[in-house]
């Protein structure tokens, strides 16, 4: 079974300031990790992920995510947070042991960007 | 190349009545995928079909929901009744058959329960 736990389920920055987004997950298997992100009326987009290999990945808009295995971690930082970021972030784990994408999301973690 | 496209975005209904969601998948994608998101919840999982055959509807609430998949092309999603309790955001998502490939997702439909 797998689980994904967002620290904060609401999250306030400044503009220009750290993002820092905290994911913990759980699964039996090696897991493939996601953070998706909602922009108000918008669908979910994928921001990044890690499969396999380099433990740092880079997403899009600047976003980065480091695959902890000994912590079971998975954070989404930025270095400076901009208006255009506010939406509501969504970490996720998923296994293919089935042969497809099971997807287990985390409760979702709304950031706002004060000016 | 067109996304994810589900219909209609919002949907207001009384309870009892019946709604059907609407996926039209990627082009070419074969896996199909619904989630479901209730207020103030995870975004949970409810089927997945491979083509037109359902693989996995573990997820789904009750047998008040049915999903169809004619002709392994678009799917629906069909709630009688509706209750109260079924309100939330309905996302489709779709991928293609090969193993680790992406799952994208449609903007989601809104479905109140009045």
Known sequence: AQSVTQLGSHVSVSEGALVLLRCNYSSSVPPYLFWYVQYPNQGLQLLLKYTTGATLVKGINGFEAEFKKSETSFHLTKPSAHMSDAAEYFCAVSDFSGGYQKVTFGIGTKLQVIP | ?114
């Open chain 2, 1 to 114: 190349e067109a996304g994810v496209t589900q219909f209609p975005s919002h949907s207001v209904i009384e309870k009892g009545q019946t709604v059907t969601l609407r996926c039209d998948p990627i082009s070419g994608h074969d896996n199909l995928y619904w989630y479901r998101r209730v207020m103030g919840k995870e975004i949970k999982f409810l089927l997945h079909f491979v083509k037109e055959s359902k693989q996995d509807e573990s997820g789904m609430p009750n047998n008040r929901f049915l999903a169809e998949r004619t002709g392994g092309t678009y799917s629906t999603l069909k709630v009688q009744p509706a209750e109260l309790e079924d309100s939330g955001v309905y996302f489709c998502a779709s991928s293609q058959l090969q193993m680790n490939t992406e799952a994208f997702f449609g903007q989601g439909t809104r479905l109140t329960v009045v």
